[in-house]
C-alpha cells in the first residue's frame, strides 16, 4: 500500500538548501507564485511539465519561502488506495453499537491549513478523484452521511501533471485528460489552475552543477552533461 509521504525527510531537508535560483526556476517560482496571488483563496493548482522538470522541487521550494517551518504532505495514489484512507470512516468504538468519525490524512490536512500536493494526478484513479470535486469546487470535504465540513483558510491543494515536450514547437503540448500510463484520465480538469513548468536548459544545468559541486573540476562537469545531452537526443 502506497499512500503518503512528507517531504520532511533528511534527503530533501539538506537539498532544499542547496536549490540553485537559476533564471528559469525563478521564472517557474515566479508562475507560481502569481497562481496563488488570488482571493480569497487561490484554486486548485496543477503543475504541468515533462518528467523531471523539477514540479515537486518547485513547490517545496514555494512552501519554504512562504511558510518557513511547514511540510508538504505528498499523497502518491495507486490501485490500492482506498478513499477512506484520504478522507476517512466511521469505526466501532470501544462501547458496542456506537460508531466514531475517524478522520483520514487529507481530513487532517484540511483542517490544520497544510499544503497537500497529488503526485501524478493523470493516474489517480477516477474514483479517488471523484472523492475530491467538491473540495476542488467549493472547499469543504464529504464526512459522510451527507455532511461537510469547510476547509481551513490556508489549506491549499496541488497536483503534479506529465506532459509531453513537442519536438517541433519545443514548448509543453496539453494533453490534459489524455490517457497515459495506467490509461487514467483527469476528472474535470477545468476545476485546476495549470502551471506550466519549464525544465533547466543544459546551460543551467551546468550551472546547478558548477554550484552544487565545487570540489568536481569543470572538464568532468562537461563531459558529464554532454554525455546526458547525448542521451537525451
Known amino acids: 500500500n502506497s499512500t503518503l509521504s512528507s517531504s520532511s525527510n533528511d534527503v530533501y531537508g539538506k537539498m532544499e538548501k542547496t536549490l540553485i535560483p537559476t533564471a528559469t526556476t525563478c521564472k517557474n517560482l515566479a508562475l507560481l507564485g502569481a497562481a496563488l496571488c488570488q482571493e480569497p483563496h487561490p484554486p486548485p493548482i496543477m503543475l504541468c511539465g515533462p518528467q523531471g522538470a523539477g514540479k515537486s522541487s518547485v513547490l517545496r521550494e514555494m512552501l519554504r519561502l512562504c511558510r518557513p517551518g511547514d511540510t508538504l504532505l505528498e499523497f502518491h495514489i495507486d490501485e490500492e488506495t482506498d478513499a477512506k484512507t484520504l ?25 490544520e491549513g497544510r ?35 469547510k476547509c481551513h483558510p490556508d489549506f491549499q491543494i496541488f497536483a503534479t501533471c506529465t506532459t509531453t515536450v513537442s519536438d517541433n514547437e519545443k514548448r509543453s503540448s496539453q494533453r490534459f485528460g489524455g490517457r497515459r500510463g495506467g490509461g487514467k484520465r483527469i476528472l474535470n480538469p477545468t476545476l485546476w489552475r495549470k502551471v506550466h513548468i519549464q525544465p533547466l536548459p543544459f546551460s543551467e544545468l551546468k550551472e546547478v552543477a558548477t554550484a552544487l559541486f565545487q570540489q568536481i573540476p569543470r572538464s568532468v562537469i562537461d563531459v558529464a552533461l554532454a554525455m546526458m545531452q547525448t542521451l537525451d537526443r
Do not use: C, M
Request: net charge negative.
Open 87 to 111: 478522507i476517512g470512516t466511521y469505526s466501532t468504538t470501544d462501547i458496542p453499537g456506537e460508531f466514531a468519525w475517524r478522520p483520514g490524512a487529507l481530513t487532517h490536512a484540511s483542517r
Open 115 to 149: 499544503w497537500v500536493l497529488f503526485e501524478d494526478i493523470d493516474t489517480v484513479p477516477i474514483e479517488i478523484q471523484a472523492t475530491i470535486v467538491k473540495l476542488l469546487e467549493d472547499r469543504v470535504l464529504p464526512l459522510g452521511n451527507g455532511k461537510y465540513e
